[in-house]
């Protein structure tokens, strides 16, 4: 079925092209920080996860939201979400390779990572969270393959495959939350260490992962006319909309906290996001302040637009609505969750990180890996689909 990848017209060639080209600036920028090593980074000794694992983290989640269109198709028999599910399976196999590369980028000697499988280790967090990754991307490969390829045949799935899809519905959730663990469990860095950072994870996964793929689904139709249909766009939007309320609670639950306790290693991390923090040399440091008063403007303005039904119902608006939710989601979860938790470090000292035109171009890289993933496999996805619906109207 991949040779349906390399039949296409000028446009789609033409985005080939220029991924392949971002790709290209991604591995010459990774070449010179392999070869100088994590010095041509804005990483420290009191910053050591930066640009890489924010990316790592935010795209873990949208790895796992494939779930919210797996479950309602193949558990509660919605029909509806038939054209989608393959498209949400296949964004969770991009995220995937995202993520894992993510993590490759991020390592000062990458081939390193082979003892996590070499030499393994129960007692780990990162060792777990290797697996599930994993484990997630061969579930997804596996079952939109073989669904696909019986698609493509006009015959039923295996009955095997049941069983590999209910598996893999507790295996999304899992990724994220072993994901979470690694940080909630750093005794050293209060930011992380609440017992809410799994849930408010998976909230802001449900919410930002369907958000990217109704955006997908739109754009589809305009450029592609593979229309998913109407219903489960605005059921997909639905989704989004009670998942980013249960984020936004979570959000401010931790903010209540953190200032009525009033306890410093708490509310300086939130003081350092939203108003900046002063150093031991009075140099005052505001790094994330703009990103995450953005953040905060684009959740506060995607919830207007989700929850007031009148908005959520036109297309134009939900497109808007999802944009916000996604660019939100990716400040927040990215640099403000993984910076904000060393700044301040254990005691309470400043040191300020900002990504280096290296670090950004190789991410860059990254994104468009991903992004020449899901465009090779949506192309695969729509012909297919084409010549099995050309089959039915000739029939």
Known sequence: ?????????????????????????????YLKQFTEGLTVTGLSRDVSWGLYIAQFTFMVGVAASAVMVVLPYYIHNYKKFGKITILGEFLAIASCVMC???????????????NVFLHPSPNSLMF??????????????????????????????PKWIKPIIIISIPWAVSIHTVTAFLYSGLAARPFWMTAV???????????????????????????????????????????VTYAMLINVFLILMEVFTAMYSGIPEHLDHFKYMFFGMVDAEGILHTNLVPWMWLSACLGVLSVILLVVPKFRMKEGLL?????????????????????????????????????????????????????????????????????????????
């Open 1 to 29: 079925m991949i040779e349906k990848a390399l039949q296409g017209g000028k446009a789609y060639w033409t985005l080939v092209i220029i991924l392949l080209a971002i790709v290209g600036v991604g591995t010459l920028a």
């Open 100 to 114: 894992m590369t993510f993590i490759f980028v991020d390592m000062g000697q990458p081939f390193r990572i082979l």
């Open 128 to 157: 777990w969270d290797t697996v599930v990754l994993f484990g997630y991307l061969v579930l997804n490969l596996l079952i939109s393959w073989t669904v696909l390829g019986a698609e493509k045949k006009g015959i039923a799935p």
């Open 197 to 239: 950072l799994a849930p408010r994870f998976l909230a802001s996964a449900f919410s930002a992962g369907p958000a990217l793929l109704i955006i997908f689904c739109l754009i589809l139709r305009k450029y592609t006319k593979f229309d998913v249909g109407r219903e489960p766009i605005q059921k997909l939007a639905v989704i």
């Open 319 to 395: 497109a808007l609505a999802c944009i916000f939710v996604f660019f939100s989601l990716w400040i927040d979860k990215g640099m403000g969750m993984i910076v904000a938790g060393f700044t301040p470090n254990p005691s309470h000292g400043v040191f300020p990180y900002t990504p280096t035109f290296i670090e950004s171009m190789i991410t860059l890289g990254v994104w468009g890996l991903g992004a020449l993933i899901v465009t090779v496999l949506y192309k695969v996805a729509l012909t297919l689909r084409k010549q099995v619906d050309t089959n039915r109207y000739r029939a």
